[in-house]
């Protein structure tokens, strides 16, 4: 009995351990060239209410639709409800939104969009993920990769715009 509750106890000191020296900010930044116009681009990206489009997210509840304003819900198909608020939105090149009301982590996601010489997009998408908590910390990083979150969002708004 002593044995097993030592063990458990080492087990817990190594998590917590594990979980103060793991870094509190991860980002990811990707580019790419999207076979679409930025204006088209643009919309598609900033349209909250519309974002079936995007495969990681069940379900966008919009709270505010006020233009440069919007404050949103996403429900993500796995993983908590996150609520979002409109930071900077620049049509057709700049918008950035940042996580909003959440005591477990906090963050923020940028997107640029630039006109290539033949009328492409290039597109630049950075986001970042505030973890202070220990096991909050440990979840995050055992359950979401952001660069896997990035290219994913890329991938999906290219099949929505080509």
Same mark, same amino acid.
């Given at each position: 009995?002593? &044995?097993?509750? #030592? &063990?458990?106890? &080492?087990?817990?000191?190594?998590?917590?351990?594990?979980?103060?020296?793991? =870094?509190?900010?991860?980002?990811?930044?990707?580019? !790419?060239?999207?076979? %679409?116009?930025?204006?088209? #681009?643009? /919309?598609? #990206?900033?349209?909250?209410?519309? $974002?079936?489009?995007r495969? $990681?997210? *069940?379900?966008?509840?919009?709270?505010? %639709?006020?233009? *440069?304003?919007?404050?949103?819900?996403? $429900? =993500?198909? /796995? *993983? =908590?409800?996150?609520?979002?608020?409109?930071?900077?939105?620049? %049509? =057709? !090149?700049?918008?950035?939104?940042? &996580?909003?009301?959440?005591?477990?982590?906090? *963050?923020?996601?940028?997107?640029?969009? @630039?006109? !290539? %010489?033949?009328? /492409?997009t290039?597109?630049?998408f950075?986001?970042?993920?505030?973890?202070? /908590?220990?096991? @909050?910390?440990?979840?995050?990083?055992?359950?979401?990769?952001?660069?896997?979150?990035?290219? !994913?969002?890329?991938?999906?708004?290219?099949?929505?715009?080509?």
């Open positions: 009995m002593k &044995i097993g509750l #030592v &063990i458990l106890l &080492i087990i817990i000191l190594i998590v917590a351990i594990v979980g103060l020296v793991l =870094p509190n900010e991860r980002s990811f930044t990707a580019k !790419t060239i999207i076979n %679409s116009n930025p204006e088209k #681009v643009f /919309k598609t #990206v900033t349209n909250i209410s519309h $974002q079936n489009w495969s $990681q997210v *069940g379900k966008v509840d919009v709270l505010d %639709s006020t233009e *440069g304003r919007e404050v949103w819900i996403e $429900q =993500p198909n /796995k *993983g =908590p409800a996150i609520k979002f608020r409109t930071k900077v939105k620049i %049509s =057709p !090149t700049r918008f950035e939104i940042e &996580i909003i009301d959440s005591e477990d982590f906090g *963050g923020n996601w940028v997107g640029t969009f @630039a006109e !290539t %010489s033949d009328g /492409k290039e597109v630049a950075t986001e970042r993920v505030i973890v202070t /908590k220990v096991m @909050a910390k440990l979840l995050s990083y055992t359950f979401f990769n952001v660069e896997d979150s990035v290219n !994913t969002y890329i991938n999906d708004l290219k099949k929505a715009v080509e």
